[in-house]
T-cell receptor
Framework: KAGVTQTPRYLIKTRGQQVTLSCSPI?????VSWYQQTPGQGLQFLFE???????NKGNFPGRFSGRQFSNSRSEMNVSTLELGDSALYLC?????????????FGPGTRLTVT | GQQLNQSPQSMFIQEGEDVSMNCTSS?????WLWYKQDPGEGPVLLIA???AGELTSNGRLTAQFGITRKDSFLNISASIPSDVGIYFC?????????????WGAGTKLIIKP
């Protein structure tokens, strides 16, 4: 099976702009989670989608939003970018169901805000 | 809320040494997962544990699900240069109605030249 794919891999944006990141989960996986990782930091949970519904949400401002499509692909949007949004954004998929269970990560999208 | 304490934060070791790291939780977990992240990449699942007392190996890696269900350990035997990276633990509690995965802050493994 193909792994989790994320596009684009690298992105440079200017402060104030908005950005959309895409994630395609492993075939058959219904849960997609998003994480932000800044240099030297751990994984900060953004949100999790299961069957097109947001099931869990982390402590991030409303500028961060996401959605999931019927084919389980997910997008994450950040509006009004700030310099502090520069980070590696990781997407992870899992079979889903009652519990999130084992998550499998994509390679990430490296976002740089200038 | 639930918290996961992972220690040590970083480790400097000689090639060939054994490595131990652990995670402790403030509440009972039903699942423990261990991941490794190489620079610029996404974390890769190393070992998954689902039962208290369970001991599971993956090559030179061995992880254990603590009997109290509040901790887990990861050991790496005879470390080699490619073991360098950040190791994360993650746990899941069935007490959480949304079954959210809780993450440790990571242990950075560095091999001394």
């Amino acid at each position: 099976k193909a792994g989790v794919t994320q596009t684009p891999r690298y992105l440079i944006k200017t402060r104030g702009q908005q950005v959309t990141l895409s994630c395609s989960p492993i075939s058959g996986h219904r849960s997609v989670s998003w994480y932000q990782q800044t240099p030297g930091q751990g994984l900060q949970f953004l949100f999790e989608y299961f069957s097109e519904t947001q099931r869990n949400k982390g402590n991030f401002p409303g500028r961060f939003s996401g959605r999931q499509f019927s084919n389980s692909r997910s997008e994450m949007n950040v509006s009004t970018l700030e310099l502090g949004d520069s980070a590696l954004y990781l997407c992870a998929s899992s079979p889903g169901g009652v519990q999130v269970g084992e998550q499998y990560f994509g390679p990430g999208t490296r976002l740089t805000v200038t | 809320g639930q918290q996961l304490n992972q220690s040590p934060q970083s480790m400097f070791i000689q090639e060939g040494e054994d490595v131990s790291m652990n995670c402790t939780s403030s509440s009972i977990f039903n699942t423990w997962l261990w991941y490794k992240q190489d620079p610029g990449e996404g974390p890769v699942l190393l070992i998954a544990l689902y039962k208290a007392g369970e001991l599971t190996s993956n090559g030179r890696l061995t992880a254990q699900f603590g009997i109290t269900r509040k901790d887990s350990f990861l050991n790496i035997s005879a470390s080699i240069p490619s073991d360098v990276g950040i190791y994360f633990c993650a746990g899941q509690s069935h007490m959480d109605s949304n079954y959210q995965l809780i993450w440790g802050a990571g242990t950075k493994l560095i091999i001394k030249p």
